[in-house]
């Protein structure tokens, strides 16, 4: 049986906590998420900032501030880790 969507970000986020707390302390929200049925794998894109202050108030503060990214893959039917990734670089156009 295929967990439901919250199950699997539970999951993917008590992963986050084992492999990167350093990432998993900033809270990361979560951008994207999707099933691929042919892998029979949930793909779940986080994103958070880091930088000085999470709390920035000022333009200094905002521009020192950078977006961090990580890639959880988890098994849709079974919920156990199958990778943490950095996503792939953007290629600006």
């Known amino acids: 049986m295929m967990l439901a969507p919250n199950e699997v970000i539970d999951k993917a986020r008590t992963y986050l906590g084992q492999v ?3 990432f998993a302390a900033l809270k990361p929200k979560v951008e994207e998420m999707a099933l691929d049925s042919r892998s029979s794998e949930w793909k779940i894109i986080f994103f958070a900032y880091s930088g000085d202050n999470p709390n920035a108030e000022t333009l200094v503060d905002l521009l020192r501030r950078q977006r961090v990214e990580k890639v959880v893959y988890v098994g849709a039917d079974d919920g156990s880790l199958i ?11």
């Open 20 to 22: 990167v707390p350093e």
């Open 83 to 93: 990778a943490v990734k950095n996503p792939p670089a953007s290629v600006p156009f």
